[in-house]
Nanobody, 123 residues
Framework: QVQLVESGGGLVQPGGSLRLSCDAS????????MAWFRQAPGKERDFIAL????????LYADSVKGRFTISRDNAKNMVYLQMNSLKPEDTAVYYC????????????????WGQGTQVTVSS
C-alpha cells in the first residue's frame, strides 16, 4: 500500500529556500512517477515538477524552472523538492503525488497523494 507523507514546509522570506520531503512508503518499484503539485487558496491544484524514479525523466512547470529541483533517494523511498529564490506567489499547500508508469501534469491522473505541507513566503 502506497502512503505519502510530506514534510519541510514553513514560513520563509522572499528569496529564501526550503526543501520539502516526501516519504513514499510502499513505492517499491522504479516504475513509479513521483510529482509535486501545489494549491493556493481559491485556486486549482497546479503541477510543479515530476520525476520518473528511474531518473530518466524530469519535468518542471515554467513558473518554477531554474528555481526548484526534484530529486529522489530510491534506497530511502524519499522524494525531495528543493525550492530556491522563493517568491510570495509560491505560497501554497504543496502535495506529493505518485502514479505507476508514465508521468502526467494532470493532478487527476495521480491515485496516490500526501496530506500536504504549507509553504508561506512572506516578509
Amino acid at each position: 500500500q502506497v502512503q505519502l507523507v510530506e514534510s519541510g514546509g514553513g514560513l520563509v522570506q522572499p528569496g529564501g529556500s526550503l526543501r520539502l520531503s516526501c516519504d513514499a512508503s510502499g513505492v517499491t518499484s522504479s516504475s513509479y512517477t513521483m510529482a509535486w503539485f501545489r494549491q493556493a487558496p481559491g485556486k486549482e491544484r497546479d503541477f510543479i515538477a515530476l520525476m520518473h524514479l528511474t531518473g530518466v525523466m524530469t519535468l518542471y512547470a515554467d513558473s518554477v524552472k531554474g528555481r526548484f529541483t526534484i530529486s529522489r533517494d530510491n534506497a530511502k523511498n524519499m522524494v525531495y523538492l528543493q525550492m530556491n529564490s522563493l517568491k510570495p506567489e509560491d505560497t501554497a499547500v504543496y502535495y506529493c503525488a505518485g502514479k505507476r508508469y508514465s508521468g502526467s501534469t494532470t493532478y487527476s491522473d495521480y491515485p496516490y497523494w500526501g496530506q500536504g505541507t504549507q509553504v508561506t513566503v512572506s516578509s
